[in-house]
């Protein structure tokens, strides 16, 4: 697991190496074990490594035997040694044991075409020589970032924002409507990365560039072909599915550890990695002062069963607010819940226990539908079905305890109609409109300047008009599947919570769940195979108690939460809070209204803003004014790497040291 980041150019031999070595500078977080450079006459990439396989081999950029072809390279392939014996027997002869070269010749052998054949999680870039083109590409499901821009005719990319502002060509410039999307669906959607002109590629595309025009092509799509029968093997084939999945995924030349939050997810990947493991699986975890978050004794007892070495990141009352500057530069993009910041410090704890491999159990509730978010769907359905009935819309009460009491800012009567009256059953996003209103409350806080220049822009209606046909053959939980895993999947749980914290540390996240094959599988089920009324995950519980121990395969969901808007306030609050939340501060941003916000902190303050829409409104508000310090109101100008200190450099694809 790396950084990347480089250029394509019409201009033969205009790449500067320190520019190159700015960009890697700005991400070298990724990749703490070394790096490297390349310049060629139409592409420059750089690199930093966190070498996992082929610790002494692998460095990067990597060629071909006539350093024709260069790439420089994010990710795993975890079925690099099939991939390897598959391209000998076709003639091609490997200098190293890595999964990089793996790619090389595999570009060589089928092209584009080499994409169908990953079992993996990357993002990288291909340069070639023989036609001046550069190839990039990105993960089915993206779970490794790529941005990239086109400026006169050259081509930026980067596992991240702060690498393409390094090197000097890219301006930073507020997208209005990137930010309106995090306020609407809690992140933005691909390709807009919130910086005007910048795009993030979006999951199971790749991109050609040549001759100074870049070419996008989507190579993999969701779908979900329900049969309407379960398989009478379908337990054996998931069982077969889960192994392989993470027996593929504890490949490295390092320990590999596992994130364990009691929880059944990641019980199963940890009980899997543990048996997998040559060492004694070490797992690790988040624990919270606050009881209301606080899940440690189930994450002890899962330890205990699993036999693993647990660490736990104990999260105090300043925790959250010490390191949310620190959350934001890694996310690089506004929030509207604190989750990502316990992930940060749980990657830390990982760091320093020498550990640089986790597996964790994301993707899990998209593919068997472990939400309470599909309940929700069954059970509005189920009430509008008899809209004057008085006891089924009191299943809300069972589905969100935490909103339903008293203290959440409405009563359970509140939260019903709400939820009843959010959208009509025959909109096409009706599984999220709920989030979706409920999120948009942040808006009323937008300055009148800010929202003017949004005027005609519907950021919902361009979600519907963007549907795939296919999606309106679908059944009402692979609809709401389908939205989960675009709209919140690869943009916020396998990005801000996921790689971006785990990467602040250079630790690389596994998924088993997010293995191509299960997925298929897993969308193949009848839906009731994955929710049984209002059971959550059934057939994924009926094949983990061959592994499991009853109270943790029959432990009901528990969904992550962590303090919002509490953790900002209080004695011991840092300074910057109050100056990110000035009201001058808030009006040189531009975004929300000096005087709604300063209403908005006086009820925090107070300790009355209790509510979810309040709580949401708050993190935006501060994660938008420190995001917008950072990547706009001042560069990005990182101290550059040493080059003389690189582990490689190429030139024009002949290695010269």
Same mark, same amino acid.
């Given at each position: ?260 939050? /009691? @929880? ?7 009980? =899997?990695? #543990?048996? %997998?493991?040559?060492?004694? !699986?070490? &797992? ?125 800012? /409405? @009563? ?7 939820? =009843?009256? #959010?959208? %009509?059953?025959?909109?096409? !996003?009706? &599984? ?226």
């Amino acid at each position: 697991m790396c950084g990347i980041a480089g250029i394509a150019t019409q201009h033969a031999g205009s790449i500067g190496i320190e520019k190159l070595a700015r960009m890697a500078a700005a991400i070298q977080h990724r990749g703490p074990d070394g790096y490297g450079f390349y310049t060629g006459l139409h592409a420059g990439f750089a690199h930093v490594r966190l070498s996992i396989i082929d610790v002494a081999g692998g460095a990067q950029p990597l060629t071909n035997e006539d350093g024709q072809i260069v790439i420089t390279y994010n990710g795993e392939v975890y079925n690099h040694v099939e991939l390897r014996r598959e391209l000998e027997s076709c003639g091609h002869v490997f200098r190293t044991r890595s999964d990089t070269e793996v790619l090389v010749h595999a570009y060589e052998e089928w092209g584009a075409h080499m994409l169908s054949r990953l079992n993996g999680q990357f993002a990288f870039a291909i340069s070639d020589a023989r036609d001046q083109s550069v190839f990039i590409a990105r993960d089915r499901f993206g779970v490794r970032p790529l941005f990239f821009t086109e400026q006169h005719g050259n081509l930026y990319f980067a596992s991240e924002l702060k690498a393409l502002l390094a090197s000097g060509d890219v301006k930073a410039a507020v997208d209005p409507q990137a930010l309106d999307e995090v306020f609407t669906f809690w992140a933005m959607r691909p390709p807009r990365s919130g910086l005007r002109g910048i795009h993030s590629l979006e999951p199971g595309t790749y991109g050609l560039w040549r001759g100074g025009k870049l070419l996008l092509h989507r190579y993999y799509e969701l779908d979900f072909p329900e049969r309407a029968v379960e398989p009478r093997d379908a337990i054996e084939r998931l069982d077969e599915l889960m192994r392989m999945g993470v027996d593929l995924r504890m490949r490295a030349d390092v320990p590999v550890g596992a994130y364990l939050s /009691g @929880g059944l997810d990641s019980s199963i990947t940890a009980t =899997l990695a #543990a048996a %997998a493991s040559p060492h004694t !699986l070490r &797992s690790f975890s988040i624990t919270f002062d606050d009881p209301r978050f606080d899940e440690s004794a189930y994450q002890r007892d899962a330890a205990r069963a699993i036999g693993s070495m647990h660490s736990i990141a104990s999260m105090g009352a300043n925790t959250i607010a010490d390191s949310f500057p620190d959350v934001i530069w890694h996310t690089e993009t506004p929030l509207t819940r604190t989750a990502a910041a316990p992930m940060f410090h749980l990657a830390r704890l990982t760091k320093n226990a020498g550990i640089k491999v986790v597996l964790t159990g994301e993707g899990a509730d998209e593919l068997f539908l472990g939400y309470d978010l599909f309940k929700e769907v069954a059970v509005r359905r189920f009430c509008l079905r008899r809209p004057n009935s008085t006891a089924r819309p009191r299943l809300f009460d069972r589905l969100y305890p935490y909103l339903l009491d008293g203290g959440s800012g /409405g @009563g359970g009567e509140f939260w019903r109609r709400f939820f =009843l009256e #959010a959208g %009509a059953p025959d909109d096409p !996003l009706f &599984s999220h409109l709920p989030r979706i209103q409920l999120t948009s409350w942040i808006k009323q806080f937008y300055s009148a300047e800010f929202g003017a220049g949004l005027s005609g822009i519907d950021v919902v209606e361009e979600v519907r008009q963007s549907l795939p046909t296919r999606f309106f053959r679908w059944s009402a939980l692979n609809q709401a599947a389908y939205l989960e895993m675009t709209l919140l999947l690869s943009p916020y749980l396998l990005s801000s919570q996921g790689d971006r914290m785990a990467m602040a540390h250079g630790v690389e996240g596994r998924f088993p769940f997010l293995d191509h094959r299960l997925f298929e599988f897993a969308a193949a089920l009848p839906t009731g195979s994955r929710l049984c009324g209002l059971k959550e995950k059934e057939i994924l519980r009926r094949w983990a108690r061959r592994i499991l121990p009853d109270r943790i395969s029959k432990r009901g969901k528990q969904p992550y939460r962590a303090p919002d808007a509490p953790s900002f306030f209080g004695p011991d609050a840092p300074e910057y809070i109050g100056d990110a939340l000035s009201a001058g501060s808030i009006r040189d941003t531009g975004v929300f209204s000096p005087t709604a916000v300063t209403g908005l902190v006086r009820r925090c303050q107070s300790g009355r803003a209790t509510g979810v829409r309040e709580n949401q409104a708050l993190v935006a508000v501060l994660s938008t004014q420190l995001w917008h310090d950072r990547f706009v109101a001042q560069p990005v100008n990182p101290r550059m790497l040493d080059v003389a200190g690189a582990d490689v450099v190429l030139q024009d694809a002949i290695p010269v040291s």
